[in-house]
């Protein structure tokens, strides 16, 4: 053998021959000693958890303003009620009654309204504490006579605090009273 113990001479050609032992290293197959890299995201856990949160958060959200749109559209339908029980009352006691948006005369709009009638005896007395009036005409009253007409005018009712829908109630001078949702 000379310098090479792994060379050998066949008669017809030269074979080199390696032996697999100098490129090949045997397996690590303690899987503890490896070093990962740290894995940068979130686990299913994680987000399954802050999906719920967002949903619970986003249900109370949605409940609270339905809840707004619906007490203003209730408030705008017992508006209305009260404007055609006046324009009755007006017509059976043969007596003006009014619906004032100003019954202490401050010459400011209240959170409600009252129903009064001639002879200034209020009838009818409503508190609306989260909704707010905006009649037109500037009178803050609108009145029903005897004959069953009465003030032309509007009143826009939207809710204090969040923005909701507006509700606009509308009366003509024959008596008609409309209602109508502006937004």
Do not use: W
């Not at 032996?19 to 045997?26: A, H, K, M, T, W």
């Not at 109370?60 to 749109?69: D, G, H, P, R």
């Not at 209240?110 to 500037?138: C, L, Q, R, W």
């Amino acid at each position: 053998m000379g310098k090479y113990p792994f060379l050998s001479k066949n008669s017809d050609k030269n074979v080199i021959l390696v032996p697999l032992s100098s490129y090949c290293r045997p397996m690590n197959t303690d899987f503890s000693s490896r070093r990962h890299a740290p894995q940068a995201g979130f686990t299913l856990v994680e987000l399954m958890v802050t999906m719920v949160v967002i949903a619970v958060i986003a249900s109370l959200t949605f409940a609270e303003i339905n809840s707004q749109s619906y007490q203003l559209k209730s408030s705008a339908n017992t508006l209305k009620g009260t404007m055609q029980r006046a324009r009755l009352e007006a017509i059976n006691r043969n007596l003006d009654v009014r619906i004032d948006f100003d019954p202490d005369g401050d010459g400011t709009v209240n959170h409600g309204y009252s129903m009064i009638d001639a002879d200034g005896v209020t009838v009818e007395t409503i508190s609306e504490e989260k909704v707010a009036f905006t009649p037109s005409p500037a009178s803050l009253m609108f009145t029903f006579t005897p004959e069953g007409t009465g003030t032309a005018g509007n009143i826009t009712m939207i809710t204090t605090g969040r923005p909701a829908p507006e509700y606009k109630i509308t009366t003509n001078n024959i008596g008609r009273i409309n209602i109508e949702k502006t937004k």
